[in-house]
């Protein structure tokens, strides 16, 4: 599996599609592979040509290239030349496990419409600030194209759609698990709970050393400064690599034991070294930190007043200059929510109030800033010559209170384990029975 939030036509030669046949399968059992052998040829999986045939249908070199440029866009260029390579060889991975899920939705009768794959790739075009329709030309001229980030919409709603038609119908939840679970958060509440991002890569005894030292690369990247919504899309293999890797809020005691005490041990905003779990390696993000059932700052409830100044079409930062710094001084000491008239009269400023804010629905940059406001207070102006420039006077909050889950959003949760736990398995299948020729 490959980034909501919120990322990625290519020069796309597709044979005629053939569905996916089913082959023998081996029995399970050792392999006999000797202590010491010797390789017969050139056998260096990390330079290879990066172009495959996945049962008739071909991957390009351009295909590659421009899930790369996208990639590259979505971290702002900071990835380095050798951490490239390595990148290119995980998006043939995905571009091949891309392949197969749509091949097997098809063979499988499930469609994905148009219609459903613009409206998400409109969602998309926001997370980069951008117009639908300038967003298609932002991808082309960063090397990418529309047609690229489509095909991977297409592969993760096709996939998506196949398990839930296939897997989780015969995936069960008890009303029981759901109960106690509810039970122990109420016993916790006041405990710390924790908004997690993961990224997981599976790995078997044989493959942990390769699949470790690629997992230290992606820290190191991360640490840098690259997108962990973007590196969580592109190489986390579970189900949360859709939405960037985002667990949403977890007790560190829903978590697998190695995670509980490394997210323990973590700061918000902090990353996590790599760190072996069940089934392979994770790389654990801590978003954000709050106490269970208790005060959630994010869903305080505001009273608000702005005053705003408005100017005229063609108006100078220089003309602007002397009102816009009277505008600052009095409204730095404001003295109160009562004296908001009287300043917005005086500066012939308008004046608004709204008494249902919620902190969470600003932009985030004013979050910060109200999250600091004592009653009475004002932020420092903000916006332009053209939108206008404007305060915000805090005049009241009511603090939020995290909400308990609901019995059917803590089911969903479970749910989404274990169907998350059959989907790696039924791709490994897929993998297994898949004819692919790298050229």
């Keep these: 599996m490959r980034l909501n939030a919120w990322l990625l036509t290519s020069l796309f030669i597709a044979a005629a599609p053939v569905p996916l046949v089913a082959q023998t399968t081996a029995p399970d059992g050792d392999l006999n592979i000797p202590d010491t052998l010797e390789v017969l040829g050139h056998a260096d999986p990390h330079v290879r040509k990066a172009t495959a045939i996945i049962n008739g249908e071909i991957i390009t070199d351009t295909d590659v290239e421009q899930r790369l440029n996208l990639v590259l866009a979505a971290n702002g260029g900071k990835i380095a030349p050798d951490e490239r390579e390595r990148l290119r060889v995980q998006i043939l991975r995905n571009l091949i496990d891309e392949k197969l899920e749509i091949q097997e939705a098809r063979a499988q009768d ?8 613009n409206q998400t790739f409109s969602r998309v075009s926001q997370n980069f600030q951008k117009k639908p329709e300038d967003f298609a030309d932002f991808l082309k001229a960063n090397g990418s194209s529309e047609q690229s980030l489509k095909q991977q919409i297409r592969g993760e709603l096709a996939w998506s759609r196949l398990l839930r038609r296939k897997v989780e119908p015969f995936v069960n939840v008890g009303d029981e698990e759901v109960h ?46 690259a997108s962990f919504i973007a590196y969580a899309r592109q190489f986390s293999e579970a189900s949360s690599a859709a ?6 809020w977890v ?27 069940p089934g392979g390696i994770a ?6 930190k709050r106490q269970v059932l208790g005060a959630d700052p994010a869903q305080a409830v505001l009273s608000l007043k702005q005053i705003s100044l408005t100017f005229p079409a063609g108006t100078s930062e220089a003309e ?13 000491h404001i003295g109160g929510c009562g004296n908001v008239e009287k300043v917005g009269a005086k500066l012939n400023a308008d004046v608004v109030a709204n008494d ?12 910060s800033l109200m999250n600091n406001l004592q009653v009475g207070e004002a932020t420092p102006p903000f916006g332009s010559l053209t939108d206008g420039v404007r305060v915000l006077v805090l005049c009241g909050r ?32 897929l993998r297994r029975d898949a004819i692919i020729d790298y050229r």
């Design 110 to 117: 499930i469609t994905v419409s148009d219609d459903e794959i």
């Design 356 to 367: 249902n804010i919620r902190l969470a629905d600003l932009p985030e940059q004013l979050q």
């Design 283 to 288: 790389i654990v993000a801590l978003i954000d």
């Design 243 to 248: 939405v960037g890797g985002d667990l949403g």
């Design 398 to 429: 009511d603090d939020g209170v995290a909400d308990m889950p609901s019995f059917d959003q803590i089911y969903s949760q479970l749910n989404e384990q274990r169907v998350n736990m059959r989907a790696r398995q039924y791709l490994r299948d």
């Design 251 to 277: 007790r560190a005691e829903q978590l697998p034991d190695a995670l509980s005490s490394t997210v323990h041990g973590l700061s918000a905003g902090q990353l996590s070294d790599p760190v072996d779990v």
């Design 180 to 225: 106690q679970i509810i039970d122990r958060l109420k016993a916790a509440k006041g405990s710390d709970e924790y908004r997690v991002g993961e990224i997981f890569l599976s790995a078997t005894p044989e493959t942990h050393a390769d699949v470790m030292a690629n997992a230290r690369r992606i820290v190191d990247q991360l640490r840098g400064g």
């Design 320 to 332: 602007a200059d002397p009102r816009v710094k009277a505008f600052a001084e009095a409204t730095r």
